[in-house]
């Protein structure tokens, strides 16, 4: 168990929904960053949050959204889905802005019908 | 800009043959550099990292030196084990504005046979 506890662990949804998934950081650990895994894509890094603020953003689409709470907790919108979102969604966690290196969740595997 | 290129695999060795899996890099500023570890229906985890030149990061028996005259972090390790079969990640963190940014690189996945 790394620490950082992310849910659901799979998800089904149709084209077209809508879905929330969710990261709870490492204890002590201000920073969360959203990655997207696929195959054809590899790891893209999406976006960070450092103790609720946005500090940097990738390759995230504009249907996708992302918040970080005052417990510190995350949150990763996902709506108008399409078949190529379908990949695995990992959390990662730091205590600072991650020179230091991660700490990863282990994903959330969302498929999209 | 920023990127990672490391070996393409997959990688098949026997047990206890010597491993390289090369990465380099490109980098605005002072990266710090990472190697990253995936099992089987597992997130990342990482396995060792460098954070200025010249730096040799090592766990679990693995190596890599950070170079910055050839912008190289390559793999290494002496005797690899069946347990060690995994797809293996090289990384780079850079700052960018108030953030901080990773980029990985593609992912070589090692298969170990006895």
């Known amino acids: 168990d790394s620490g950082v506890t992310q849910t659901p662990k799979h998800l089904i949804t149709a084209t077209g929904q809508r879905v929330t998934l969710r990261c709870s950081p490492r204890?002590?650990?201000?920073?969360v960053y959203w990655y997207q895994q696929s195959l054809d894509q590899g790891l893209q890094f999406l976006i960070q949050y450092y103790n609720g603020e946005e500090r940097a953003k990738g390759n995230i689409l504009e249907r996708f959204s992302a918040q970080q709470f005052p417990d510190l907790h995350s949150e990763l919108n996902l709506s108008s889905l399409e078949l190529g979102d379908s990949a695995l969604y990992f959390c990662?966690?730091?205590?600072?802005?991650?020179?230091?290196?991660?700490?990863f969740g282990s994903g959330t595997r969302l498929t999209v019908v | 800009g920023n990127s990672v290129t490391q070996m393409e695999g997959p990688v098949t060795l026997s047990e206890e043959a010597f491993l390289t899996i090369n990465c380099t890099y490109t980098?605005?500023?002072?990266?710090?550099l990472f190697w990253y570890v995936q099992y089987p229906g597992e997130g990342l985890q990482l396995l060792l990292k460098a954070t200025k030149a010249d730096d040799k990061g090592s766990n679990k028996g693995f190596e890599a030196t950070y170079r910055k005259e050839t912008t190289s972090f390559h793999l290494e390790k002496g005797s690899v084990q069946v347990s060690d079969s995994a797809v293996y990640f090289c990384a780079l963190s850079v700052q960018i504005g108030t953030g901080n940014q990773f980029y990985f690189g593609t992912g070589t996945s090692l298969t170990v046979i006895p």
């Open positions: 980098a605005t500023g002072y990266p710090s």
């Open positions: 990662a966690s730091s205590v600072n802005q991650g020179g230091y290196g991660y700490t």
């Open positions: 204890s002590g650990d201000l920073s």
